[in-house]
């Protein structure tokens, strides 16, 4: 399975953008798709995860802003970011973890900036 990941851009702070990442084949209700970023000089870091049982994590520097709505219909997954703020600015990179096969998949990434 191959993803596509879309809707970066520039926008200004108290903004917001929805990336989606979409994936080349079915996906199932119980494999896990999530949100990573990395900005210059750091660490990727998760944003933000859906588990099989539907329950979300953030990183606690998005609680309240982010959420990752979830089309299984359409194999994909978005991430709604609200209130975008300077340190928000990173590469976004989807991840798919396939919960039968333990296989990974990682989307080529989307530049997302934030001016202040």
């Known amino acids: 399975v191959q993803l596509q990941a879309s809707g970066g851009g520039l926008v200004q702070a108290g903004g917001f953008l929805r990336l989606s990442c979409a994936a080349s084949g079915s996906i199932l209700s119980i494999d896990v798709m999530d949100w990573y970023r990395q900005a210059p000089g750091k660490q990727r870091e998760m944003v933000a995860s859906?588990?099989?049982?539907?329950?979300?994590n953030y990183a606690d520097s998005v609680k309240g802003r982010f959420t990752i709505p979830r089309d299984n219909a359409k194999n994909t997954e978005y991430l709604q970011m609200n209130s975008l703020k300077p340190e928000d600015t990173a590469v976004y990179y989807c991840h798919l973890l396939r919960r039968l096969t333990l296989v990974q998949s990682w989307g080529q990434g989307t530049q997302v900036t934030v001016s202040s």
């Open positions: 859906m588990d099989s049982g539907g329950n979300t």
